[in-house]
């Protein structure tokens, strides 16, 4: 694999992990109550009231942890087979699987009882709640790993994204966010700028849906035309972070404006920092947040075994 490539693949990983850890103490705060953006780190400053005061500095949450279940299945199976990602998921619901320290905190209720259903029927294409209020950021936060394995076509990537939102988040809606948000990095893992590969994304998905879904696909897609609230809505959970991307030249200050959106900090944070680790790679990322985040010897293993993966189809 060409080694800007790669690195912009481990930028991806690392950026989406140490966004989430750098979001999990400012989680739940309004934009006025968080911090200075020259203040955010992953220690909040002096006096700020940070959530989740029991999980240690520097630890990703339900997010990372998800995406890292992701790439695992993607890898094991050199595709995505439904019922081993949600086993992969239910284990890490039960046991911290993919978590730094088997400690599970910070999960979504509809990811609760989505993964609750599937504890009792097996099936992931039923276990999910799927009414138009439940379009929560859940699956998007966990799918860039769609974009890193192996080298597909754009249909495979459509199909690998939504496919990964079912078991918890089967919504029409829900599966086009993932694939607009995959399509983009995908491309971006290719060398392409944002904007190209945004356009690239939305073009590709304006040609692929059936007719039935464009209804759906034109609320993701206006999604772009609402301000940005930093929340759990998938669609604009999507946009807030695309918009962090495109209004900054770094990665730091992309990660600090995803934050100081507050609300759901840690999930646009994730997914902005996913998409601005393969922009800036993972020498773009500060070395002080790495060196904080929790757990590394876990992604250096996905990434061993993701190296190997792509050698072998190379």
Known sequence: MPQDRWERIRGGLYGLLIGDA???????SSPADIPERHLIEMSPPGGFSRAHRAVPVGTWSDDGAQALVLLDSLITCSSLDLKQFSDGLLAWYRTGFMTPDGHVFDIGIQTMQALDNYARNGDPLTCSPSDERNNGNGSLMRAIPCAFVLTPTSADIIARARKQSMPTHAHLRSQLACALYSLMA???????APV??????????????HPSERLELSIVLDGRLEPSQGSGYVVDSLWSAIRCVLATSDYENCLRNAIALGNDTDTTACIAGGLAGILYGERGIPV???DAL?????VENALSRLA???ATVA
């Open 22 to 28: 750098l979001g999990v103490p400012y989680e739940f």
């Open 186 to 192: 995908w491309q971006m893992v290719d060398g392409k």
């Open 196 to 209: 190209v590969a945004l356009d690239y994304a939305q073009n590709a998905l304006e040609e692929t849906v």
């Open 288 to 290: 002080r947040w790495k």
């Open 294 to 298: 929790n757990g590394r010897s876990i």
């Open 308 to 310: 190997i993966a792509q």
